[in-house]
């Protein structure tokens, strides 16, 4: 072990120095080859030469696609393949996009993920994030089951979570080969649910897609509260104790508000990322995002990046493009909305 | 309130079980309504006695008493006790008015009666016009009134002050300790202090404790302490600058210096000594022996003369204009300010 901490103290320290030393070498180079006038440049332009590749990578892949975004969804009749359009329309592809009852359907069920799932999964993760700072013993070994989720692939867990809250209407029927959700229900004396199955209701799927969001997204914060827990002053709490606060107020009044800065931060991305839900209903409910429930008909659970891409099957129609298109916008707005509004309570509320 | 300290032990114990006594056996007593210091080199114990008597710290052994009530077990914020932490630990999202008055909060008074005495207590330590502001737009020393009024406000019984002026530029040090004084005689509280600065120990305590390993060295007013050390290592760790510590002998009531250079007289029995001398208290006096200064400092009013006795390098201050210009000068000492401690022991031979 001391051996191996050698080693690899000695790699730092060469790395380290062959960094320098081809830094070094650069130089050189380039001022042999009569290029030594970039050594001479400003900052500024330096910086830009630097940042040249990435903002290459952005231009193309990030900022183009945007752009484009806004212009196909003004065009009426674009084709894909053929890059050609018949008019332009200001609002056209918004209205109908905002009228169809999938699309509704689509911001419904994400709303319901957005605005459950989230609240919810940074209450959770603050409070385990406060519970594992105050153990002693296994600290370590909890903080690695905590962070696990976190590494693992997202559709792996989904269909693990499948898997446990599986059953249908025959499984129910005749109980055999039931999830684990169910098993746990029926030794409590319940009656199992077809929770993502043939039989299934919308709030028992929903349901499931929830937790699953909840779970997923507890690592990460886990581990950015833990920090900014960890770099709390323990003085401030001895100093709450004298003054005779409860741990229930000095966790209100001195952790919440010191972590702020954190907690906001993980506030904005949980949902903007929620807005982007995507992949777990795929894990969850299937590559249809739709769950047959008998003859009757069928429950649709696409989020609205789901009901984005699947114009990408479509795509070869005229102006079908527009319409995928015009939805992005519409999240885009929806996010953006959502974040400048975020922005506006944080500056009240949040510490630096 | 007094504070009584009775056989009072902190030990610690590292990863490989190696304990060290942060405090061991301390007795003392605090009396009522006293500014008193604890002193002493760092890690000496002196922190851990008063987080100790604070609560946020369990004594291995012993007991803490507050008048009669014992509050060994008695949780920090059940003994009402102001702590005045050495950053001051101010929360740095509140306002200053809303940090004096957290601890209001968490007892059973009116809004109204809490708004008065966060004023009142403003008013006490002059910052009734930084009332909405946050701790970082404060200086250092507005902090530390801040953290006072935090810890006084709720009329705590024992008022406990961690380092309170180390984090203070000198300038403002001076200031803040006539205001920690001026503070302790208006409210009346008992009062106790650590430090490590015995400047600012002699300067402000009605009583010191001299702290060393965790074992009280000596306990008594500040200048009875200066001039009558205990032992050894008081008489080094007071005073600035420090003591000069010679080896000598008491031969026939003499006290006798290496070269049978005689400075004074003693009653006790001959034996081999320690004899201790403070640089002031040499004097310039023709009957004395004779020195050669190996160098001379002018610090204004006096002048700090170094030179050797024996095999010693010795300290002594003296009026500047009776050695200005002079390169023999003639000393002694002056009339019993001589500090003659036994070698072994280190404690004073009387």
Redesign the interface.
């Known amino acids: 072990m001391k051996a191996f901490k050698l080693k690899l103290q000695n790699l730092l320290w060469r790395m380290k120095s062959v960094s320098h030393h081809s830094f070094v070498k650069t130089e050189e180079f380039l001022t042999r080859h009569r290029l030594g006038f970039i050594v001479n440049w400003p900052h500024w332009l330096k910086a830009i030469f630097y940042l040249l590749p990435a903002m290459l990578m952005l231009l193309v892949f990030t900022f183009y696609p945007i752009i484009n975004s806004f212009m196909i969804s003004f065009y009426t009749g674009f084709n894909i393949q053929t890059g050609e359009f018949d008019n332009y329309t200001l609002l056209g592809n918004y209205i109908e996009v905002v009228n169809q009852a999938n699309f509704l359907q689509a911001l419904q069920n994400t709303a319901i993920i957005v605005f459950i799932s989230v609240p919810i999964t940074i209450l959770l993760s603050l409070f385990i994030a406060v519970a594992l700072n105050s153990i002693k013993p296994l600290k370590g070994f909890y903080q690695t089951i905590f962070f696990l989720p976190y590494v693992t692939n997202t559709i792996a867990i989904g269909l693990v979570f499948a898997f446990m809250f599986s059953g249908n209407t025959n499984t129910i029927a005749n109980p055999v080969g039931l999830g684990l959700a169910n098993q746990v229900i029926t030794w409590f004396g319940g009656q199992p649910i077809a929770w993502v199955a043939t039989g299934a209701t919308y709030w028992s799927a929903m349901t499931v897609i929830l937790m699953y969001s909840v779970w997923n997204g507890l690592a990460f914060k886990i581990i950015v509260f833990l920090s900014g827990i960890q770099g709390i002053d323990k003085q401030y709490y001895q100093a709450a104790q004298i003054d005779g606060a409860s741990r229930a107020k000095a966790f209100s009044r001195i952790t919440v508000p010191m972590i702020s800065p954190m907690i906001f931060y993980i506030l904005i991305t949980s949902v903007i990322g929620s807005f982007k839900t995507y992949s777990s209903v795929v894990a969850i409910i299937g590559v249809d995002g739709m769950i047959t429930t008998g003859s009757s008909g069928s429950l649709n659970m696409k989020t609205i990046v789901f009901y984005i891409y699947d114009y990408i099957s479509l795509a070869a129609q005229d102006g079908l493009m527009s319409l995928a298109a015009a939805a992005a916008i519409v999240l885009f707005g929806i996010i953006l909305v959502f974040t400048m509004i975020q922005l506006q309570v944080g500056k009240r509320r949040v510490h630096y | 309130m007094e504070i009584r300290l009775e056989e009072l032990t902190k030990i610690f114990t590292d990863k490989n079980g190696k304990e060290t006594r942060a405090v061991d056996n301390l007795s003392i007593t605090i009396p009522s309504g006293k500014l008193v210091g604890l002193l002493g080199p760092s890690g000496c114990g002196k922190s851990t006695t008063l987080y100790m008597i ?3 710290l369990k004594p291995s052994g012993g007991k803490i008493f507050f008048g009669d009530d014992d509050v060994t077990k008695l ?3 059940k003994r009402g ?3 005045v ?1 050495q ?1 001051y ?1 101010l ?4 306002t200053v008015r809303q940090n004096i008055m ?2 209001l ?3 059973n008074i009116k809004r109204e009666e809490a708004t008065k005495l966060v004023e009142e207590m403003a008013a006490l330590v002059g910052i009734l016009d930084q009332l909405d502001k946050k701790p970082s737009q404060l200086s250092g020393g507005q902090q530390q009134r801040v953290a006072i009024a ?1 810890a006084l406000v ?1 009329k705590p019984r024992v008022l406990l002050l961690d380092e309170p002026l180390s984090n203070l530029d000198a300038r403002l040090r001076l200031q803040t300790r006539e205001e920690i004084k001026r503070i302790q005689r208006e409210t009346g509280i008992t009062t106790v202090f650590v430090t490590h600065d015995q400047e600012e120990a002699m300067s402000i305590s009605d009583q010191m404790v001299v702290l060393d390993y965790g074992v009280e060295q000596q306990m008594a007013v500040p200048q009875e302490m200066y001039n009558h050390p205990a032992n050894l290592f008081v008489a080094k760790f007071l005073g600035n600058p420090p003591i000069n510590i010679l080896d000598g002998k008491i031969e026939q009531g003499n006290v006798v210096l290496s070269d049978n250079l005689i400075v004074g007289t003693s009653k006790s029995p001959n034996a081999t000594v320690v004899v201790g001398i403070r640089p002031e208290d040499f004097r310039f006096d023709p009957q004395g022996f004779e020195v050669t200064p190996d160098e001379i400092e002018h610090i204004g009013r006096d002048t700090l003369i170094y030179f050797t006795l024996g095999e010693k390098k010795v300290r002594a201050i003296v009026d500047s204009d009776s050695v200005y210009g002079k390169t023999k000068i003639k000393l002694s000492v002056k009339k019993d300010k001589l500090h003659v401690f036994n070698p072994e022991t280190g404690n004073v031979v009387l």
């Open positions: 604070a609560g946020l949780a920090p914020e006790i102001g702590l932490f950053n630990a929360y740095p999202h509140m957290f601890p909060e968490n007892l935090r709720k």
